[in-house]
């Protein structure tokens, strides 16, 4: 019903202008066309000043009435930066902003045709044109200042502590990898990939046997520590797009990429922030990746190191799972909740 | 606009058809006359016509797409009498949607704002403009057009197969692009895509090509180059831009058709996709990336800098007044389309670049505010104190010039690497070029137009 309004108003509207453009014509026949140009000019001059004054308004009435739809601060180091970035932008460019469309809709109204004037002859000002090269270049070397200054910071090398974790996206999922208690990810061949070994991981090498694959579940990091994420993908290139975190980096097959960040927040502090308790990060897939793009989702559950643990107890290294004879601790079931104890103090420091 | 064609009837037949008094064709049946016209304003109309239907073809597959953009899952009904199995249920499919999206892209950007623009306006105007009776070639002029048509009928036919028009994105990046195990899109579809593109490349440098040969060697006498108009220098930067790039697209795609065809691993490395192992290996995804953006970036200028040509003219004209400062404005069009060259990169600061390369291209791509400023600056002097006519026109014009302003300040955000991690690929850069070179160029077509 409310569409069929919505359609009919519209139309209604499409012909009223239509008819007011009719009238207006014949109207114009009658005056001659001199007057009635001149009459149009002093309209036109006028809705252009209308609409410069209720387009600030509009900027105002939109930014008022969607304040609370924005994401809320950044649950990460970097993205305070960027954030910060941000906001120094919009500063900048606002007051920009104003001045030049305020200058055009102004200027237009203003100096709308006039028998009694006579355009101004100004063909050009050197000084004038130096000044407005010399101010947006000083303004501009500012931003590139600190964009620059912030970028390095982000993209620069992780801290020595972080910890390591590798998501590899595919249609249209996201897998995840832990290194183990050997801190370092084993090495893998994309033509070992099979059902049971979905990462294609090398087993003859050691530092595999240890590694802990994750699919289908969050993945599991630790509050005020910095992880260093490994980004892969097996078919075609996704995006590891974190907007809480303000983070985003491209999962090219066969060219993998790394990015790192703090998480301030745990989960459960942004649940209450946000008045939201099904709250949850999410790491949506950021780059067209075919049909089923839109539902390419995965989770991030930010915990205590204490949370971690016990979490980390309770995973199995995949190599495990595929040769169960390999295990030494399969006989007795403490030994395993023992050995993956230090799998995961290991794998947190 | 045909008169002068009008004034020659009957059926002269004598040698002297090209002496100086005479131009164009003494004999014209219907077919050489609007059809295989040689014809700089007949060629010109016949770009604006097919660029008309373009533009409402891609409005209405954004319409389309905007539908289940407004109203997520739900059903209309008529969608499934029109598009069958696109639209089961008359829900828009996931298939359906990102096709609309791909075409809308496609179609905007190269067919309405590339052909649409610069063929329509560069043909019309260059030769009267400078005071040449036609375009250098006037033969290279119609094939420009027909390898421009014959692109329009091979990108329409990709609509109607199958397995459905190329949807991975306007902008085609491999591997999606390149498997056709990846998506259906990916299959026959975006094989006829490459292959109407490249036809779209040979229109494109047929028609650059003449325009700058036009504007180089056939001005007319006292048509000094710092006379010309701004508008001409506009749409010769505009040739230039699309000469040296759009070859470099063309290769991007060649170099894509082998990797889908002939078992080449430009593109392709460690793939395993659909329960499958490709042997592919040693390719870089990202390596199309850089050639797409290479023409990708000037292609923005390739679609505002006519714009922006035509805008000083009708400012200046409708204030009664020169426009200001000339060899600035002529100045900062030069800097843009050197700087249009060096800036690709920022379309791929989360692609794994290089952190210190990043931020080279930040720094080159902000630079372009510079020229940007001073052309705003200048246009806002041209209409202080000047006595200004409303003209239908002007007020297009000064509408691109509000447009390009807030299209132009958020282009600051998104040339910021610091700030694109978190923009990047967000509805913000869709909104980011809609203004600048979607809508305003729009504005600044629908301004020459009604000049
Ligand atoms: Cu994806
Ligand atoms: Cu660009």
């Known amino acids: 019903m409310q569409t069929f309004f919505i359609v009919a108003i519209l139309a209604l509207g499409f012909l009223i202008t239509f008819q007011i453009a009719k009238a207006s014509e014949y109207v114009a026949v009658l005056r001659g066309e001199e007057q009635s140009r001149k009459q149009s000019n002093k309209v036109n001059a006028f809705l252009l000043l209308a609409f410069l004054v209720l387009g600030l308004i509009g900027v105002y009435y939109c930014n008022e009435n969607l304040k609370g739809k924005i994401l809320g601060e950044a649950a ?69 200042g600190f964009g620059i200054f912030y970028w390095f910071k982000i993209t620069g090398d992780a801290p020595k502590n972080a910890m390591q974790v590798e998501v590899v996206g595919s249609q249209f999922k996201w897998e995840f990898r832990y290194p183990g208690k050997d801190g370092i990810l084993g090495k893998k061949y994309f033509k070992n990939i099979t059902g049971d070994n ?86 949506s897939c950021d780059q067209m990746c075919g049909q089923g793009h839109w539902s390419m989702r995965g989770e991030i559950v930010v915990e205590t190191q204490e949370e971690f643990d016990v979490w980390m107890v309770q995973q199995k290294p995949k190599y495990l799972a595929v040769f169960p004879d390999k295990d030494p601790a399969k006989p007795k079931t403490d030994t395993v909740a023992k050995q993956a104890t230090t799998v995961a103090v290991a794998g947190s420091h | ?105 496609t179609v905007l950007v190269f067919f309405v704002l590339t052909a649409g623009l610069s063929g329509t306006f560069a043909n019309l105007l260059i030769p009267l403009q400078v005071g040449a009776r036609d375009m250098a070639s006037p033969f290279m002029n119609m094939l420009s057009y027909w390898f421009f048509f014959m692109a329009s009928m091979v990108m329409i036919a990709s609509l109607f197969i199958h397995t459905g028009p190329a949807s991975g994105g306007w902008t085609v990046y491999p591997p999606l692009s390149a498997l056709g195990q990846a998506s259906s899109g990916s299959k026959l579809g975006m094989d006829l895509w490459i292959v109407a593109m490249a036809l779209f490349v040979v229109s494109s440098l047929l028609g650059g090509l003449n325009y700058i040969a036009t504007i180089l060697n056939m001005r007319t006498k006292g048509m000094s180059m710092t006379r010309l108009p701004l508008t001409i220098w506009s749409l010769f930067f505009t040739a230039v831009l699309g000469v040296l790039s759009f070859p470099v697209l063309f290769s991007g795609l060649l170099l894509l058709l082998f990797d889908r065809n002939l078992g080449t691993s430009f593109y392709l490395s460690d793939i395993y996709v659909a329960g ?94 510079v020229p940007s400023a001073i052309k705003v600056f200048n246009w806002l002097t041209t209409l202080w104190r000047g006595n200004i006519r409303l003209f239908p026109s002007t007020l297009f014009a000064i509408g691109f010039v509000s447009l390009f302003i807030s299209g132009g300040l958020t282009g600051i955000f998104l040339g910021n690497s610091t700030i694109d991690i978190h923009l990047h690929d967000t509805m913000f850069v869709v909104a980011h070029f809609h203004i600048v070179m979607g809508v305003a160029s729009m504005f600044g077509m629908f301004a020459g137009v009604y000049h």
């Open chain 2, 1 to 105: 606009m045909s008169e002068t064609i009008h004034e020659h009837p009957g059926t002269v037949t004598h040698g002297a058809a090209h002496d100086d008094h005479h131009h164009g064709h003494h004999e014209q049946s219907f077919i050489t006359k609007y059809i295989f016209s040689q014809d700089h304003k007949t060629i010109g109309k016949q770009f604006l016509i097919t660029g008309i239907i373009w533009a409402i073809v891609g409005g209405l597959f954004s319409v389309l797409f905007r539908l289940q953009l407004g109203f997520p899952g739900q059903s209309f009904p008529i969608l499934e009498t029109f598009f069958g199995h696109w639209a089961k249920g008359g829900t828009i499919q996931p298939e359906f949607y990102y096709a609309l999206v791909t075409m809308h892209g």
């Open chain 1, 198 to 283: 979905p990462l294609g991981q090398i087993w003859d090498d050691p530092a595999n046997q240890d590694d802990i694959y994750i699919v289908g579940e969050p993945m599991h990091l630790v509050v005020n520590k910095p992880v260093r994420l490994v980004i892969g993908a097996k078919d075609v290139i996704h995006d590891v797009g974190l907007a809480h975190f303000r983070m985003k980096m491209d999962a090219v097959p066969g060219t993998p990429t790394t990015m790192w960040f703090t998480p301030t927040k745990t989960t459960a502090q942004m649940k209450k922030e946000t008045n939201n308790p099904d709250f949850v990060y999410e790491i």
């Open chain 1, 76 to 144: 990460s180091d970097h993205g305070v930066l960027i954030d910060r970035m941000l906001y120094i932008t919009i500063a900048i460019t606002f007051i920009v902003f104003v001045i030049t469309q305020v200058a055009l809709f102004w200027f237009a109204y203003k100096y709308q045709h006039s028998d009694k004037r006579k355009a101004y002859y100004y063909p050009h000002n050197n000084k004038l044109e130096l000044i407005w090269t010399v101010i947006p270049a000083i303004t501009l070397t500012v931003l590139v």
């Open chain 2, 276 to 369: 499958e192992i490709l042997p592919n290996e040693g390719g870089s995804a990202i390596l199309f990336q850089h050639l797409f953006w290479f023409l990708g970036h000037p292609e923005v200028y390739i679609i505002l800098l006519p714009a922006m040509g035509m805008v000083s003219e009708i400012l200046s004209v409708n204030s009664r007044k020169p426009i200001f400062g000339y060899m600035a404005m002529l100045g900062s069009l030069f800097a843009i389309a050197i700087l249009a060259f060096l800036v690709w990169a920022h379309h791929m600061f989360v692609t794994g670049l290089n952190p210190f390369l990043g931020s080279v291209f930040v720094l080159l791509t902000l630079l372009i505010a």
